[in-house]
């Protein structure tokens, strides 16, 4: 089993940029694909981005693509989702998570963080 803790939430402008890290602990992360979900007030809990547990494959949401990144340390037991750009829909908790199937980035994820709240303001 692992445990997931988010960091780097906070409070930001809109265009400007924050760097959320999940750190690890219990198990390595190099078993897991590795995600980043967020649900905003009132809305469902979405997929922003994914990495496979060998950094080669990404997916990303289609409102986040070409202004967030997520990259992994499997060394430092840690995954991090770089966002740029960002805009007042960002507006959400942050959570990571981790899925014991490393042939999908679209399957069940198992472990969750406790979120992490980002705020954008416009």
């Known amino acids: 089993q692992v445990e997931l803790v988010e960091s780097g939430g906070g409070w930001v402008q809109a265009g400007g940029s924050l760097r959320l890290s999940c750190t690890a602990s219990?198990?390595?992360?190099?078993?897991?694909?590795m995600g980043w979900f967020r649900q905003a007030p009132g809305k469902e809990r979405i997929l922003v981005a994914a990495i496979s547990y060998h950094s080669t494959t990404t997916r990303y949401a289609v409102a986040v693509k070409g202004r967030f990144t997520i990259s992994r340390d499997n060394a430092r037991n840690t995954v991090f989702l770089q966002m740029n750009s960002l805009e007042s829909d960002d507006t959400a908790v942050y959570y990571c998570a981790a899925d014991p199937n490393t042939a999908t980035l679209l399957g069940e994820y198992v472990y969750w963080g406790q979120g992490t709240q980002v705020t954008v303001s416009s």
């Open positions: 219990g198990d390595t992360i190099s078993k897991y694909t």
